[in-house]
């Protein structure tokens, strides 16, 4: 052939006439002048002389024939297809058959495609599985001969169908309108559903359910879901479900009594308690003082879980209110009936220290039950007690119940009251007037405190010579054992003054204080320098 006249058939498909068949290769003939050959194995079986094919130019062989092939025909008519498909943005049918880490692998004419997640809807809630098998309206968006790679999208073929209809239906949408749904995403507070056009509201955990149960109890992904519009506000879309469903509250009450036990399953917590499921759709309240009766149990965290299956009392049904009252606690009785007749009053008990707080000592009363014993109830003289340093949880200590409170779930024990009280013992000697031996345990500017056994008095500074002296410790020293006439006595304050200097008397009436303690009394010129005083 003269190259000069040779038409550039390169990479066309031609209609050619078979002329000759061999066991090696099938001539063809075309456009009249054009020869051309394919391999054998290539063509069908039953290929004979005059058939007319459908041919593929490759290129010009050594023999000057136009080398070409039948396989390639059906490959180069779908790239044609695909490219025109691109170039005109005509919409194509692919199918989507699996999915992938970043969206869907598609069938697109019998070649792998991809549709990458963002080009599957408009939407931020895509439910991918529901695409996969079916055969969806797509656009060619990329297309390479080169490497096979198809990237293809269902959401710019639907944009404009799409963009029309989701336009139309906001300029209709009110409240009251009913729709039915589909669910494209579950979340805390509740459920986004598409109604149509790719137009999404949210339905609050609050409408979805009459017993604001968790919405992935309620809806699944992808399910259908009856809803009516609430309101529309900034483009904001609010929908309810429960509005279109029998409010199950009014029958579910009827069958409920209070006093009853009945299974149920917490739902949720607050800082007042948590909540529980009785029913269908049916919650009420266990109050944190309805947990327990250890008064150590102040949150229900502290001995519940979410989903735990538990019995609970039903205490209160106010059905104006739609409330429900729950006990946990009352499910088994109040156990400080019990502690009553275990631990009477004025009974003396070794018990285990159990905790140990600021004001006090919490003892173990068994069940999980604690009895407090106040600091105050420790020691007769002292409260200024380090009560960590002299008490260690789990030491043993004796103690006397003083009191039990069965509703208010409170025990009341102490220790210093298995002796008797120094201050009575004290003052039932009628030591007023009477001289004791006394141990100096402090000094200070105004006297001296002196203990008599477990009482403790003030030697005022006055009281401690004839004469006036320059400070207390020229007279007394801590540690000395000295010599004391008892002259005053506060009962109500529970003090007494004592003196180193007066004689033993007898007072004028039993019940009555003699002069003398108002001399023992500090003044503010006891404690003025020698040259303010007033003088004499």
């Known amino acids: 052939m003269n190259n000069e006249e040779i038409r550039d058939y390169i990479g066309e498909i031609v209609d050619a006439r078979c002329e000759e068949v061999s066991d090696?290769?099938?001539?063809?003939?075309?456009?009249?002048?054009?020869?051309?050959?394919?391999?054998?194995?290539?063509?069908?079986?039953?290929?004979?002389?005059?058939?007319?094919?459908?041919?593929?130019?490759?290129?010009?062989?050594?023999?000057?024939?136009?080398?070409?092939?039948?396989?390639?025909?059906?490959?180069?008519?779908?790239?044609?297809?695909?490219?025109?498909?691109?170039?005109?943005?005509?919409?194509?049918?692919?199918?989507?058959?699996?999915?992938?880490?970043?969206?869907?692998?598609?069938?697109?004419?019998?070649?792998?495609?991809?549709m990458p997640l963002r080009e599957i809807e408009d939407s931020p809630h895509i439910v991918?599985?529901?695409?996969?098998?079916?055969?969806?309206?797509?656009?060619?968006?990329?297309?390479?001969?080169?490497?096979?790679?198809i990237i293809v999208s269902h959401r710019a073929a639907m944009a404009d169908q799409l963009r029309e209809s989701r336009e139309k239906l906001l300029s209709q949408l009110k409240p009251e309108q009913v729709y039915e749904g589909?669910?494209?995403?579950?979340?805390?507070?509740?459920?986004?559903?598409?109604?149509?056009?790719?137009?999404?509201?949210?339905?609050?955990?609050?409408?979805?359910?009459?017993?604001?149960?968790?919405?992935?109890?309620?809806?699944?992904?992808?399910?259908?879901?009856?809803?009516?519009?609430?309101?529309?506000?900034?483009?904001?879309?609010?929908?309810?479900?429960?509005?279109?469903?029998?409010?199950?509250?009014?029958?579910?009450?009827?069958?409920?009594?209070?006093?009853?036990?009945?299974?149920?399953?917490?739902?949720t917590f607050a800082n007042f308690g948590a909540y529980v499921r009785i029913g269908d759709q049916i919650e009420g309240l266990v109050h944190n003082s309805e947990l327990s009766w250890d008064n150590g149990v102040r949150s229900a965290k502290q001995i519940l879980k979410l989903g735990d299956e538990i019995k609970v009392k039903i205490i209160g049904i106010d059905e104006a209110r739609r409330r429900i009252s729950l006990s946990i606690k009352q499910v088994s009785g109040n156990p400080w009936e019990a502690v009553s007749q275990k631990y009477p009053v004025g009974s003396v008990q070794k018990l285990k220290i159990a905790s140990i707080a600021d004001f006090g000592l919490f003892v173990d009363l068994g069940?999980?039950?604690?009895?407090?014993?106040?600091?105050?109830?420790?020691?007769?003289?002292?409260n200024n007690i380090d009560l960590n340093a002299a008490y260690h949880v789990g030491d043993e200590i004796e103690c006397k119940v003083l009191g039990i409170d069965i509703e208010k779930c409170r025990a009341s024990l102490g220790v210093k009251q298995l002796s008797s009280d120094p201050w009575a013992d004290f003052i039932a000697q009628k030591p007023l007037g009477k001289q004791f031996e006394?141990?100096?345990?402090?000094?200070?500017?105004?006297?001296?405190?002196?203990?008599?056994?477990?009482?403790?008095?003030?030697?005022?500074?006055?009281?401690?010579?004839?004469?006036?002296?320059?400070?207390?410790?020229?007279?007394?020293?801590?540690?000395?054992?000295?010599?004391?006439?008892?002259?005053?006595?506060?009962?109500?304050?529970?003090?007494?003054?004592?003196?180193?200097?007066?004689?033993?008397?007898?007072?004028?009436?039993?019940?009555?204080?003699?002069?003398?303690?108002?001399?023992?009394?500090?003044?503010?010129?006891?404690?003025?320098?020698?040259?303010?005083?007033?003088?004499?």
């Not at 005059?50 to 490959?75: H, P, R, T």
């Not at 004592?498 to 008397?505: D, T, V």
Request: charged share 25%; hydrophobic share 40%; aromatic share 6%.
């Open 24 to 114: 090696k290769r099938v001539v063809f003939k075309f456009d009249e002048v054009q020869w051309a050959f394919v391999p054998r194995g290539e063509c069908p079986e039953d290929i004979k002389k005059g058939d007319v094919l459908a041919l593929y130019v490759d290129g010009i062989a050594k023999n000057g024939m136009w080398a070409c092939s039948i396989d390639k025909v059906q490959i180069e008519q779908l790239y044609r297809q695909i490219t025109d498909a691109k170039r005109d943005n005509t919409d194509i049918q692919v199918e989507a058959i699996g999915i992938e880490e970043n969206g869907l692998v598609c069938d697109v004419m019998g070649l792998a495609g991809f």
């Open 128 to 149: 991918i599985d529901s695409y996969v098998g079916q055969t969806i309206k797509a656009r060619v968006l990329k297309f390479s001969q080169t490497d096979g790679t």
């Open 182 to 267: 589909t669910v494209k995403q579950i979340v805390d507070f509740g459920a986004f559903v598409d109604i149509g056009a790719g137009v999404e509201g949210l339905v609050h955990r609050s409408n979805l359910s009459w017993g604001n149960r968790d919405p992935a109890e309620v809806v699944s992904i992808g399910s259908k879901l009856k809803v009516v519009v609430l309101s529309v506000e900034e483009g904001r879309i609010s929908l309810g479900h429960k509005q279109l469903i029998d409010d199950p509250w009014a029958a579910a009450v009827q069958k409920l009594t209070v006093d009853s036990i009945v299974d149920g399953k917490v739902t």
């Open 367 to 382: 069940d999980g039950l604690r009895g407090l014993i106040h600091k105050n109830d420790l020691q007769w003289n002292s």
């Open 438 to 536: 006394a141990t100096i345990r402090k000094t200070a500017k105004i006297g001296a405190f002196a203990s008599i056994g477990e009482v403790s008095g003030l030697i005022h500074i006055s009281e401690l010579s004839e004469v006036r002296v320059p400070s207390v410790e020229s007279v007394v020293h801590v540690g000395q054992t000295v010599n004391v006439t008892v002259i005053g006595i506060d009962e109500d304050r529970r003090r007494i003054n004592l003196s180193l200097i007066a004689e033993p008397f007898e007072p004028d009436a039993p019940d009555e204080i003699p002069a003398q303690e108002d001399a023992a009394k500090p003044t503010i010129a006891d404690i003025l320098p020698d040259e303010l005083k007033p003088k004499a």
